[in-house]
Nanobody, 124 residues
Framework: QVQLVESGGGLVQPGGSLRLSCAAS????????MGWFRQAPGKEREFVASFNWAGLHTQYAGSVKGRFTIFRDYTKNTMYLQMNSVKPEDTAVYYCARGRQGDATISLGDYDAWGQGTQVTVSS
């Protein structure tokens, strides 16, 4: 049974940092692309970052490029999202997702398993 469990969300001040984690189980972690998405209140879920099965090809949304870093620890079957210099517009529920295959993509439809989400609130 595929499971993705996010953690690490919370309240952070503008300009601060936060690290999200996504613990994966029930599948061979190294065979799949993985991604982070987010959904703010009243908005559609949007792409944040992804990488391919080998972790060598990464993609970022323009709004987070240079501030967020996606990476994975194959020994722990865990993916991370390091969020630096956060802004109020980063406030959202963040979801991790497993790609349908090994290539990194930015489309929601290319992901077939999702976590329950973790809330990130950026506010002073």
């Amino acid at each position: 049974q595929v499971q993705l469990v996010e953690s690490g969300g919370g309240l952070v001040q503008p300009g601060g940092s936060l690290r999200l984690s996504c613990a994966a189980s029930g599948f061979i972690f190294s065979n799949y692309a993985m991604g982070w998405f987010r959904q703010a209140p009243g908005k559609e879920r949007e792409f944040v970052a992804s990488f391919n099965w080998a972790g060598l090809h990464t993609q970022y949304a323009g709004s987070v490029k240079g501030r967020f870093t996606i990476f994975r620890d194959y020994t722990k079957n865990t993916m991370y999202l390091q969020m630096n210099s956060v802004k109020p517009e980063d406030t959202a529920v963040y979801y991790c997702a497993r790609g349908r295959q090994g290539d990194a993509t930015i489309s929601l439809g290319d992901y077939d398993a999702w976590g329950q989400g973790t809330q990130v609130t950026v506010s002073s």
